[in-house]
Each structure stands twice: as structure tokens, then as C-alpha cells.
């Protein structure tokens, strides 16, 4: 199994920005890719980013530009950099590992960290 811990929500003015961290824990070595998702209250959960284990990145559309995905494989930690904050980033962003082990793959999810974008 993985774990993971989303942190570095919090409020934020627009324009500003915040660095979400994703710390994993567990069959750390099973993980194929981490991404990132956020939901809007009411609304289906969207993929923002994503990063795989051999360091190739996509994003989605919407956020090309203003997101980055990095990781830190010495901290097991995956992080998604979001500048020029606007009021509908306001969302909570999760953390989702895709792993493979022993032939079956698995999503992990961790329990989310809120972004609040307002003045």
C-alpha cells in the first residue's frame, strides 16, 4: 500500500501563489505516476498535472503555464507549484498515486488540502 499526506493549502490572495506538497509513504517503489486533482464543491473532481516516474510531466489545458509538478525522490515527496493565483483555483487539490505491484495496478489517494483564492 502507499500513503499519501497532501499539505500547503491555505488562503491566498490572487496573483499570489502556494507550493503544495504530496508526501508518500509505504511501496513507495510500486508508484508509476503522481498527479494532481482538484474539486470544486458540486463538481467532478479534474486532473491538473501529472508526473511520472521517469519525469515526464502533462497538464491539463486549462493549467498550462501557471502549474508546475516537481518531485523529490530523496523526500518521496511530489509537489505542484501554482502561480498568478485566481479565485476559481479556489478548490480541493489532491494527491493521486497510480501504482503497479505484483502485476495489479491501484490508484491511492490522499485526503486533500484546500486552496482558497480570495482578496
Known amino acids: 500500500q502507499v500513503q499519501l499526506v497532501e499539505s500547503g493549502g491555505g488562503l491566498v490572495q490572487p496573483g499570489g501563489s502556494l507550493r503544495l506538497s504530496c508526501a508518500a509513504s509505504?511501496?513507495?517503489?510500486?508508484?508509476?505516476?503522481v498527479s494532481w486533482y482538484r474539486q470544486v464543491t458540486g463538481q467532478q473532481r479534474e486532473l491538473v498535472a501529472t508526473?511520472?516516474?521517469?519525469?515526464?510531466?502533462n497538464y491539463g489545458d486549462s493549467e498550462k503555464g501557471r502549474f508546475t509538478v516537481t518531485r523529490d525522490n530523496a523526500k518521496n515527496t511530489w509537489y505542484l507549484q501554482i502561480n498568478s493565483l485566481k479565485p476559481e483555483d479556489t478548490a480541493v487539490y489532491y494527491c493521486?498515486?497510480?501504482?503497479?505491484?505484483?502485476?495489479?495496478?491501484?490508484?491511492?489517494w490522499g485526503k486533500g488540502t484546500l486552496v482558497t483564492v480570495s482578496s
Open positions: 509505504g511501496r513507495i517503489f510500486s508508484i508509476q505516476s
Open positions: 493521486n498515486a497510480y501504482t503497479q505491484d505484483m502485476g495489479a495496478g491501484m490508484d491511492y
Open positions: 508526473i511520472t516516474s521517469g519525469g515526464t510531466t
